[in-house]
Nanobody, 124 residues
Framework: QVQLVESGGGLVQAGGSLRLSCAASGGTADRYGLGWFRQAPGKEREFVAAINWNGLETTYPDSVKGRFTILRDNAKNTAYLQMDSLKPEDTAVYYC????WGWGTSAENEYDVWGQGTQVTVSS
């Protein structure tokens, strides 16, 4: 069973950058699609970015397109979320998720493994 652990969250000023990491262990992690989701207080969890198993396909919602970039290094079993031009509305707990079929989609119910989350706070 693949396990995911996020890191890299913290406090940053608006306009700044953060890079989140998602370390995978166990199973065939390099065959998993990986996604990032976030949940702000009082709101539902929403899709942020996804990448397929070989890193050739990525997808983003309009809210982060052009500001966020998802990457993966299968040799290190790690995925990254590079977040630039951060806004206060990006404040949330960010979760990494794994999809055993390798697709890396925007659909939350396609993911079967989740990390514990890392807090990102953007001050104005």
């Amino acid at each position: 069973q693949v396990q995911l652990v996020e890191s890299g969250g913290g406090l940053v000023q608006a306009g700044g950058s953060l890079r989140l990491s998602c370390a995978a262990s166990g199973g065939t992690a390099d065959r998993y699609g990986l996604g990032w989701f976030r949940q702000a207080p009082g709101k539902e969890r929403e899709f942020v970015a996804a990448i397929n198993w070989n890193g050739l396909e990525t997808t983003y919602p309009d809210s982060v397109k052009g500001r966020f970039t998802i990457l993966r290094d299968n040799a290190k079993n790690t995925a990254y979320l590079q977040m630039d031009s951060l806004k206060p509305e990006d404040t949330a707990v960010y979760y990494c998720a794994g999809d055993q079929w390798g697709w890396g989609t925007s659909a939350e119910n396609e993911y079967d493994v989740w990390g514990q989350g890392t807090q990102v706070t953007v001050s104005s």
